[in-house]
């Protein structure tokens, strides 16, 4: 029996995180739900620990990379085989979390993607162009048809996730990107399946053509460190930090 | 002797007087201590003997030897900063995964 382990990183929102796990409680009441407290400075902890889920409380901010990293950690740690991350600003629809999962049955990892037909999510300019520079080469390296690589919506099966509480990349971009470069030198399949975004209920998405060229930028050199820092399937085999092991014993 | 080599001298001495003193607190890691020192001590040299200048600069065609002294402390400077760039970059990476050995403890401690 697989389980599941929902993690939900959050940096400051503690105005949408309640309703968030809340619909995720609801939709796979079955599954362990991990809040990844990327060193807010306010009260998202505490909202989340009212909840009643588990809380990483990292001490300050290390980015959705990090904050996903503890999170496998923590999966691999306490006996989990499948990770879905789900984003605590409800941009993510939980109901879609079962869906994904379900997936996992055939590929490693499950990508939500937004430009596969479904809902209303549109870019334009120069991040449109990063979107689709970035997803025609990881197409090339997964031979998976990929159309959003940089959707935070995906879900991770039990090779991914041993290979994720290793290598966890921490750049910009990196959680999304070179993490998808590292999983196709591994070997993982990769798939994407089309989900519908529901708007942010708080914050809005920053768009100013020239953050979307900086974005288009750093896109490009997320690919090419990415490509240059795995260039052999070897590295994969070797620990760079602190080898992971599990504590069954301790998951009673 | 005149008014430079003394002040290249003087300045060699306080480098290394400076590291050893650092070093004698625990101020600074022998790692770093051994590169300024091995600098403070080619400073002296440099002072001690004016002309030394001249002869390495002779054989490789540099008409103007102060040139070669601006160039190898541009050399030294460069390479001191990628280094630290790299150590920096070591740290910042063992102080995230501690940040998330921490958070994993932490959880584990509170639940108890």
């Known amino acids: 029996m697989e389980r599941l382990l929902v993690v939900v990183p959050a940096y ?13 409680r609801a939709v796979v009441p079955d599954a362990g739900i991990l809040v990844v407290d990327d060193g807010s400075s306010d009260d998202t902890r505490r909202v989340a620990l009212a909840q009643q889920v588990h809380v990483l409380t990292l001490p300050f901010n290390l980015g959705v990379g990090g904050a996903m990293r503890a999170g496998f950690r923590y999966a691999v740690r306490n006996g989990y085989s499948q990770v ?23 590929s490693d990892i499950v990508i939500g993607a937004r430009f596969a037909g479904a809902g209303e999510y549109q870019a334009r300019g120069p991040r449109r162009w990063a979107m689709r520079l970035l997803a025609w080469y990881l197409t090339r390296l997964t031979r998976a048809r990929l159309t ?35 999983a196709a030198l591994a070997g993982l399949r990769v798939e994407q399946v089309p989900v519908t975004m529901r708007v942010r209920s708080t914050g809005r998405p920053s768009q100013t053509p020239f953050k979307a060229m900086v974005y288009l930028l750093r896109a490009c050199m997320a690919l090419a460190m990415a490509r240059l820092r795995w260039r052999s399937k070897r590295l994969l085999e070797v620990d760079e930090l602190a080898p992971v092991t599990t504590h069954k014993e301790d998951s009673i | 002797m005149n008014g430079v080599h003394i002040i290249a001298l003087v300045g060699g001495a306080l480098i290394l007087i400076g590291m050893f003193e650092l070093l004698r607190r625990g101020q600074l890691r022998e790692k770093y201590a051994v590169l300024w020192l091995l600098v403070g001590v080619a400073v002296a040299v440099f002072g001690l003997f004016p002309g030394l200048l001249n002869d390495i600069a002779q054989p490789l065609h540099i008409a103007d030897p102060p040139n070669l002294l601006l160039f190898a402390g541009n050399v030294v400077l460069l390479l001191v900063t990628v280094h630290l760039s790299w150590e920096s970059t070591r740290m910042e990476d063992r102080t995230r995964a501690l940040a998330e050995e921490v958070a994993l403890l932490r959880e584990r401690l509170e639940q108890r």
């Open chain 1, 12 to 24: 400051n929102e503690e105005a949408s995180i309640g309703p968030v796990l809340a619909d995720i």
């Open chain 1, 84 to 106: 879905i991350q789900v984003d605590a600003d409800g941009q993510h629809d939980p109901k879609q979390i079962p869906m994904l999962v379900g997936r996992l049955s055939e």
């Open chain 1, 148 to 182: 959003d690589a940089t959707s935070g919506f995906r879900a991770s099966g039990p090779r991914a996730v041993e290979l994720f509480a290793r290598h966890y990349p921490v750049e910009y971009l990196g959680d999304t990107v070179e993490s998808l470069v590292i």
